[in-house]
């Protein structure tokens, strides 16, 4: 394969002209040909997702797909699919065209082709006398099957146009499709009816071309709606977002209004109460109660302030903001989460790759079966017609239509789905993991607890004021950004000045020194207090021997030149998440064993563990140990799920069979892992595992109908218990019935 990791692109093309499994696979095989390239194309989004080496233009991969039968142009990268899409699926760029496939749509397209709704309605009125006339022996007159023969023209060859300009489209190229199978059986109703009447025969069947073809486009015409359906999470993701922005003058005030699309990151800008903030940014003035709802699937709303982040396409419920904006297009949090979203909904499961793969082969091989009922039946001695009416239904019958839908459907709807509540699934490949894995890892800082130190305890020396112990630890621990050290400096705001510090000194993971008030001060571990001089009382080292959380001891001098004293020991720690034990407990509901796996000491992760309810703690691991324990539990036999949300838990994350990234971690834990819990809460993980265990669920109840309705159906039209009517009707509701079937996961709680 030519091209290396450095120089390839991605590249996303949308297709015209699919109706079914064996389109999509030969235009997989098609794309595959060209020198280098790998591509995925999905049925449900009509696209191909292609890799390729730079030196292969996009022209290439167009022909390619143009070679298979089928229409395709370059997606813009600032164009997502969800803006693209219209009543019924088509895209705007081609205004609701119909396109070769016979994917016809409602709006009419500026080449004034006709709308699939009018095709139908046309094709209903006059299938409903051809019908009646038909079956019901006192409704003939004298010359109706001419009058039938006219009726059914314009259905069959009028409303069913698409399918036939597909069949003739893919014939050039020596392929057969779903369309083939429609045409013939269809047109052989019709040219055997025309024949009989011609000749003066008695026995036609206009109402089998005729009603075949209005069930098929009543097929479509539902299956374009509810694949519109499925599409509908990622387009309210993409709505989300605002579409013009006031900017602030330099007073503050509401200044020019502005298209988003022409703001800067720097720029500053106004959201009014109720108003959806335009973009990314960092609040410079005034408060707000911000709703995520849609973007993080959590209902309450959080208040924000001069310096809070908050994310485009959010809202502001009742505050005025000033924000400056940090990232604007295709950098914005929700541009990612879209992208992210997309590129899940265009990959593919093994499950699908095994479904188009036997599609590519199903349409010759019901063609071939076709002929050999016709033969069957003539060789049996019952004649012509009757052979051929058996040979018609398997033609029908057999349409993979439902086998083309079955998972990406399923795969459109959940992912879109989770991106409402929160979850963010890169692929099918990480529902399928989801589904399988029976153990779950989580880090304990920022996934168990908030991540975020407090002030938990302060333990006083005889004659201490703790006050003034906070006081004075806060002057000394203002000068450094640690953690430990903002928390302290928290637990002492009290709205007064803290005392000036002089002769500050940070000592690398020991503490800090300086001068309070005149006098020599300290703040750090026993092993600080003992470089100092300091005297320690021992029912204060006592507490910072025996704490499970981190220790500060806080003395100073009593006077200038003599040696401090230690007057208290803060305990300062980690805050253990609200959700987590109902977290933790719903995972175990679900079969899965949970394990922690942290940095910490032994006392420090059992005492967080006994709190949430786990039982296996495994601690004091580096982040290369955390690496070898998910190894370790993977040799086990263990299907394992790693929970992070730091640079030290990316390498876990990606050894894990899957990685599920806390969205309030970092960039390197999120691009690591398969699954990113945008709420930042834990039970989104459970509720992750859960909608993967669903979609699966969804799939595989859809290829069992696929799968099942064709190897059940076509020995029964071959003998001749199906009629072709019926056959239509029944294929037509396979489609439907896998695409309704997926708009389930719709109600996903």
């Given at each position: 394969?030519?091209?290396?990791?450095?120089?390839?692109?991605?590249?996303?093309?949308?297709?015209?002209?699919?109706?079914?499994?064996?389109?999509?696979?030969?235009?997989?095989?098609?794309?595959?040909?060209?020198?280098?390239?790998?591509?995925?194309?999905?049925?449900?989004?009509?696209?191909?997702?292609?890799?390729?080496?730079?030196?292969?233009?996009?022209?290439?991969?167009?022909?390619?797909?143009?070679?298979?039968?089928?229409?395709?142009?370059?997606?813009?990268?600032?164009?997502?699919?969800?803006?693209?899409?219209?009543?019924?699926?088509?895209?705007?760029?081609?205004?609701?065209?119909?396109?070769?496939?016979?994917?016809?749509?409602?709006?009419?397209?500026?080449?004034?082709?006709?709308?699939?709704?009018?095709?139908?309605?046309?094709?209903?009125?006059?299938?409903?006398?051809?019908?009646?006339?038909?079956?019901?022996?006192?409704?003939?007159?004298?010359?109706?099957?001419?009058?039938?023969?006219?009726?059914?023209?314009?259905?069959?060859?009028?409303?069913?146009?698409?399918?036939?300009?597909?069949?003739?489209?893919?014939?050039?190229?020596?392929?057969?499709?779903?369309?083939?199978?429609?045409?013939?059986?269809?047109?052989?109703?019709?040219?055997?009816?025309?024949?009989?009447?011609?000749?003066?025969?008695?026995?036609?069947?206009?109402?089998?071309?005729?009603?075949?073809?209005?069930?098929?486009?009543?097929?479509?015409?539902?299956?374009?709606?509810?694949?519109?359906?499925?599409?509908?999470?990622?387009?309210?993701?993409?709505?989300?977002?605002?579409?013009?922005?006031?900017?602030?003058?330099?007073?503050?005030?509401?200044?020019?209004?502005?298209?988003?699309?022409?703001?800067?990151?720097?720029?500053?800008?106004?959201?009014?109460?109720?108003?959806?903030?335009?973009?990314?940014?960092?609040?410079?003035?005034?408060?707000?109660?911000?709703?995520?709802?849609?973007?993080?699937?959590?209902?309450?709303?959080?208040?924000?302030?001069?310096?809070?982040?908050?994310?485009?396409?959010?809202?502001?419920?009742?505050?005025?903001?000033?924000?400056?904006?940090?990232?604007?297009?295709?950098?914005?949090?929700?541009?990612?989460?879209?992208?992210?979203?997309?590129?899940?909904?265009?990959?593919?499961?093994?499950?699908?790759?095994?479904?188009?793969?036997?599609?590519?082969?199903?349409?010759?091989?019901?063609?071939?079966?076709?002929?050999?009922?016709?033969?069957?039946?003539?060789?049996?001695?019952?004649?012509?017609?009757?052979?051929?009416?058996?040979?018609?239904?398997?033609?029908?019958?057999?349409?993979?239509?439902?086998?083309?839908?079955?998972?990406?459907?399923?795969?459109?709807?959940?992912?879109?789905?989770?991106?409402?509540?929160?979850?963010?699934?890169?692929?099918?490949?990480?529902?399928?993991?989801?589904?399988?894995?029976?153990?779950?890892?989580?880090?304990?800082?920022?996934?168990?607890?908030?991540?975020?130190?407090?002030?938990?305890?302060?333990?006083?020396?005889?004659?201490?004021?703790?006050?003034?112990?906070?006081?004075?630890?806060?002057?000394?621990?203002?000068?450094?950004?640690?953690?430990?050290?903002?928390?302290?400096?928290?637990?002492?705001?009290?709205?007064?000045?803290?005392?000036?510090?002089?002769?500050?000194?940070?000592?690398?993971?020991?503490?800090?020194?300086?001068?309070?008030?005149?006098?020599?001060?300290?703040?750090?571990?026993?092993?600080?207090?003992?470089?100092?001089?300091?005297r320690v009382p021992d029912d204060l080292a006592a507490v910072a021997r025996d704490a499970v959380s981190t220790v500060v001891i806080v003395g100073w001098a009593a006077a200038a030149g003599m040696s401090p004293t230690a007057r208290a020991a803060i305990l300062v720690g980690d805050t253990v998440r609200d959700d987590s034990r109902e977290a933790i407990t719903g995972l175990r509901d679900l079969g899965l064993d949970v394990v922690l796996l942290t940095g910490d000491?032994?006392?420090?992760?059992?005492?967080?563990?006994?709190?949430?309810?786990?039982?296996?703690?495994?601690?004091?691991?580096?982040?290369?140990?955390?690496?070898?324990?998910?190894?370790?539990?993977?040799?086990?036999?263990?299907?394992?799920?790693?929970?992070?949300?730091?640079?030290?838990?990316?390498?876990?994350?990606?050894?894990?069979?899957?990685?599920?990234?806390?969205?309030?971690?970092?960039?390197?834990?999120?691009?690591?892992?398969?699954?990113?819990?945008?709420?930042?809460?834990?039970?989104?993980?459970?509720?992750?595992?859960?909608?993967?265990?669903?979609?699966?669920?969804?799939?595989?109840?859809?290829?069992?109908?696929?799968?099942?309705?064709?190897?059940?159906?076509?020995?029964?039209?071959?003998?001749?218990?199906?009629?072709?009517?019926?056959?239509?009707?029944?294929?037509?509701?396979?489609?439907?019935?896998?695409?309704?079937?997926?708009?389930?996961?719709?109600?996903?709680?």
């Amino acid at each position: 394969m030519s091209g290396t990791v450095q120089d390839r692109r991605d590249v996303v093309l949308d297709i015209q002209g699919m109706t079914c499994a064996s389109c999509v696979a030969r235009v997989e095989k098609r794309l595959q040909l060209v020198p280098g390239v790998e591509a995925a194309v999905n049925l449900a989004t009509e696209s191909a997702k292609v890799q390729a080496p730079t030196g292969i233009g996009d022209e290439a991969l167009v022909e390619a797909v143009k070679s298979a039968g089928y229409d395709a142009t370059v997606r813009r990268a600032a164009a997502p699919v969800a803006h693209h899409v219209h009543e019924g699926g088509a895209h705007e760029d081609h205004e609701g065209h119909e396109d070769h496939s016979g994917h016809v749509h409602d709006v009419e397209d500026v080449a004034g082709e006709t709308p699939l709704r009018t095709r139908l309605i046309v094709a209903a009125v006059l299938s409903v006398p051809i019908l009646l006339v038909s079956m019901i022996m006192p409704l003939q007159f004298p010359g109706w099957q001419w009058a039938m023969l006219a009726l059914s023209l314009p259905v069959v060859l009028w409303a069913g146009w698409p399918f036939h300009r597909a069949t003739l489209r893919n014939a050039r190229h020596g392929a057969a499709t779903m369309d083939t199978l429609i045409t013939l059986g269809t047109m052989a109703a019709l040219l055997w009816s025309a024949w009989v009447t011609v000749t003066g025969g008695m026995h036609v069947y206009f109402e089998v071309a005729a009603v075949v073809t209005t069930f098929l486009l009543l097929g479509r015409f539902i299956e374009q709606r509810s694949k519109r359906r499925a599409g509908a999470a990622l387009r309210s993701l993409i709505d989300l977002g605002a579409r013009e922005v006031v900017l602030a003058a330099s007073d503050g005030r509401d200044g020019e209004t502005i298209p988003v699309e022409r703001l800067h990151p720097g720029d500053r800008f106004i959201v009014r109460p109720g108003g959806t903030i335009a973009t990314d940014g960092v609040v410079e003035a005034g408060e707000a109660a911000i709703d995520a709802s849609m973007l993080t699937g959590e209902s309450v709303p959080v208040a924000a302030g001069p310096g809070a982040a908050v994310t485009g396409g959010t809202i502001a419920t009742d505050g005025r903001l000033v924000v400056r904006a940090t990232a604007v297009g295709a950098e914005t949090r929700l541009a990612r989460i879209a992208a992210l979203v997309e590129d899940a909904q265009a990959g593919k499961s093994r499950i699908q790759r095994l479904a188009d793969r036997i599609s590519g082969v199903f349409v010759p091989v019901v063609i071939g079966l076709a002929v050999l009922t016709l033969v069957g039946w003539l060789l049996a001695g019952q004649g012509l017609e009757a052979g051929f009416v058996a040979a018609v239904a398997v033609l029908i019958i057999a349409c993979p239509c439902a086998l083309g839908l079955a998972t990406p459907v399923a795969i459109l709807v959940g992912t879109g789905r989770g991106a409402q509540r929160g979850i963010l699934i890169t692929g099918p490949e990480a529902i399928e993991s989801a589904g399988r894995i029976d153990t779950v890892v989580l880090d304990k800082t920022g996934t168990v607890t908030s991540g975020r130190m407090t002030v938990h305890d302060v333990v006083l020396g005889r004659g201490a004021d703790r006050d003034e112990v906070l006081r004075i630890a806060a002057a000394l621990e203002s000068g450094s950004e640690h953690p430990i050290a903002r928390a302290i400096v928290a637990a002492a705001d009290d709205g007064a000045e803290l005392p000036a510090v002089t002769g500050f000194r940070n000592h690398a993971g020991h503490g800090v020194t300086g001068t309070v008030d005149g006098r020599d001060a300290f703040a750090g571990g026993l092993k600080l207090a003992a470089a100092r001089g300091a005297r320690v009382p021992d029912d204060l080292a006592a507490v910072a021997r025996d704490a499970v959380s981190t220790v500060v001891i806080v003395g100073w001098a009593a006077a200038a030149g003599m040696s401090p004293t230690a007057r208290a020991a803060i305990l300062v720690g980690d805050t253990v998440r609200d959700d987590s034990r109902e977290a933790i407990t719903g995972l175990r509901d679900l079969g899965l064993d949970v394990v922690l796996l942290t940095g910490d000491g032994e006392g420090v992760a059992r005492a967080v563990a006994d709190e949430v309810g786990i039982q296996t703690v495994i601690a004091g691991v580096s982040p290369e140990g955390k690496v070898d324990e998910i190894r370790r539990l993977q040799e086990s036999g263990r299907r394992v799920a790693m929970v992070g949300d730091g640079v030290n838990d990316a390498a876990a994350l990606a050894t894990a069979d899957l990685g599920i990234a806390m969205g309030g971690g970092t960039d390197a834990a999120m691009h690591a892992s398969d699954i990113t819990l945008v709420r930042d809460s834990l039970t989104a993980a459970g509720d992750a595992v859960r909608l993967s265990r669903r979609v699966l669920a969804i799939i595989r109840g859809n290829l069992f109908w696929a799968f099942g309705y064709n190897v059940a159906a076509i020995p029964l039209a071959a003998l001749g218990l199906l009629t072709p009517m019926v056959a239509g009707a029944a294929m037509a509701f396979s489609s439907v019935f896998v695409v309704l079937n997926s708009l389930r996961l719709r109600s996903f709680r």
